[in-house]
């Protein structure tokens, strides 16, 4: 599998942007970009995923750079509601939607 | 509405007792799947079921059993407890869409064992 490196924390305030960056710069030309979040005590969530192309939906923006080598995720408000575990996955497309590999993530603190 | 169901909460045994933990999706979806989240958090796939097959068996210990009575079900029989297998256990389901298309995983609330 292909691997992702991410900030093992991060710290933003309560209602600015947030920006999560993901390196994967071992990602083969099929591979989607992929990110799910685990708030506390709870089992991840979905939040998003792309292929090349920017892409946005109603919780965050996904953000993909051209050489696909990295990718950063954006929360456009962020709520103490989004204190969370990040995870930023690549998805083998020959392996349908069922191999997901979740590496350590990104630990993000809202500070109120 | 609970979409992705799992019981019990938490579950505490002793080494060398055999424990089950059920899962149950309402979603309609026909693909379900087991994760183990250890200590350090590190969250790895276990296994994963199609329309009740077996599609995916992560080299796990053939002391843990699945069992897919039907689309909305699958369980995980663990014989032979031992200390190592405690861990948050989750549950997940999609809906299996091939090629570039995707579904994403819903995940239940997890289940968390500890063995003594």
């Known amino acids: 599998d292909a691997k992702t490196t991410q900030p093992n924390s991060m710290e933003s305030n309560e209602e600015e942007p947030v920006h999560l960056p993901c390196n994967h710069s071992?990602?083969?030309?099929?591979?989607?970009i992929h990110w799910y979040r685990q708030l506390p005590s709870q089992g991840p969530e979905y939040v998003i995923h792309?292929?090349?192309s920017n892409v946005n939906n109603r919780m965050a923006s996904l953000a993909i750079a051209e050489d696909r080598k990295s990718s950063t995720l954006i929360l456009h408000r962020a709520t103490l509601r989004d204190a969370a575990v990040y995870y930023c996955?690549?998805?083998?497309?020959?392996?349908?939607?069922?191999?997901?590999?979740f590496g350590t993530g990104t630990r993000l603190t809202i500070i109120p | 509405d609970t979409a992705v169901s799992q019981t019990p909460k938490y579950l505490v045994t002793q080494m060398g007792n055999d424990k089950s933990i059920k899962c149950e999706q309402n979603l309609g979806h026909d693909t379900m799947y087991w994760y183990k989240q250890d200590s350090k958090k590190f969250l790895k796939i276990m296994f994963s079921?199609?329309?009740?097959?077996?599609?995916i068996n992560e080299t796990v210990p053939n002391r843990f059993s699945p069992k897919s009575p039907d689309k909305a079900h699958l369980n995980l029989h663990i014989n032979s407890l031992e200390l190592g297998d405690s861990a948050v256990y989750f549950c997940a389901s999609s809906q299996a869409v091939g090629g570039s298309s995707y579904n994403e995983q819903f995940f239940g609330p997890g289940t968390r064992l500890t063995v003594l």
């Open positions: 996955i690549l998805r083998d497309p020959n392996f349908g939607n069922e191999k997901l590999t």
């Open positions: 079921y199609n329309n009740k097959e077996l599609i």
């Open positions: 071992t990602i083969s030309g099929t591979d989607y």
């Open positions: 792309g292929l090349t």
